[in-house]
């Protein structure tokens, strides 16, 4: 079973507005997205950037860079590897992000297109990546001293049990994410925490992600091994497609009898 979410209260309320006031609605659907986000008028410096800082930020819960990075730069710090909390699915399996950038750009097309009223998109940079791709990159790019792999021994995996609820498409079998730790578990470690005190201090980082770690670390959880349904499970019989040089003009129809 689908657990609560803000986002299903926020549709309901964009929906009786628009019948209420007779104006047509959108609704974007991204995957996690991989961008710092910033307040107005606030500047970051390139190697705060590095370490996933935000300056008082205005949400980082939902940002999928900003607890890999952190994490990445402490284990950076310690001379450690960056390990891997997720099993052998998750290590392989196919994920995708949306950035805010393109996610703003087909936003913006929705709302100018008529044709595009009262329709729900998925939003996709179409960039696949499976987390043994990301892992060695994020490695590579903090200086850790290598990454590791999915955890192989099935005593040391935890799992988490949805129920046999609905799931999203309505006829798949539920998807059980399996873990040897979280990052919320991490953070909670004192060495970690002094660790981002002194690459703080030593990089004129402002934010401490350390200050509340539910909400800047659990989201790390479901980029790494949580279950991400790919795009190709459609919330609208419309549509888009996103390129890598961010044109969103492309419409496909699906057909009633369509398993596409």
Known sequence: MLGPNFYYLQEDLLY??????????NVICPVSIPDCGLREHQT????????GALPQPASAAM????????????????????????????????????????????SEWAVLGDK?????FNASDTCPLPNNRLWPELARW?????????ELDESKLNAIDPGNGPTPIGYSPPR????????????QKAENSE?????????????????????????GDFVAWGPTPPLSIWTDPKSTIQDS????????????????
Not at 44 to 51: G, P, Q, R, V, Y
Not at 73 to 89: I, R, S, T, W
Not at 245 to 260: A, F, H, Q, T
């Open 195 to 219: 660790a981002w005190k002194q690459i703080m201090e030593k990089h004129n980082v402002m934010h401490n992600s350390f200050d509340d770690i539910e909400a800047h670390f659990a989201f």
């Open 245 to 260: 040089l961010g044109n969103c003009d492309i419409e496909v129809e699906r057909k009633p009898d369509s398993d596409c």
């Open 16 to 25: 009786r507005y628009c019948k209420k006031h007779d104006v047509s609605w």
């Open 142 to 150: 903090y200086g850790c001293q290598g990454y590791g792999g999915p």
């Open 116 to 120: 595009c009223a009262n329709n729900k």
């Open 63 to 106: 940002n999928a860079l900003h607890p890999l990075a952190v994490y990445a730069a402490v284990q950076a710090h310690k001379d450690e590897k960056l390990e891997y909390p997720g099993d052998f699915l998750a290590w392989v399996g196919v994920t995708e992000h949306s950035t805010a950038m393109l996610t703003g750009y087909l």
């Open 44 to 51: 970051i410096t390139s190697e705060a950037l590095k370490f």
């Open 176 to 187: 059980k994410p399996r873990y040897a730790w979280t990052f919320s578990e991490w953070a």
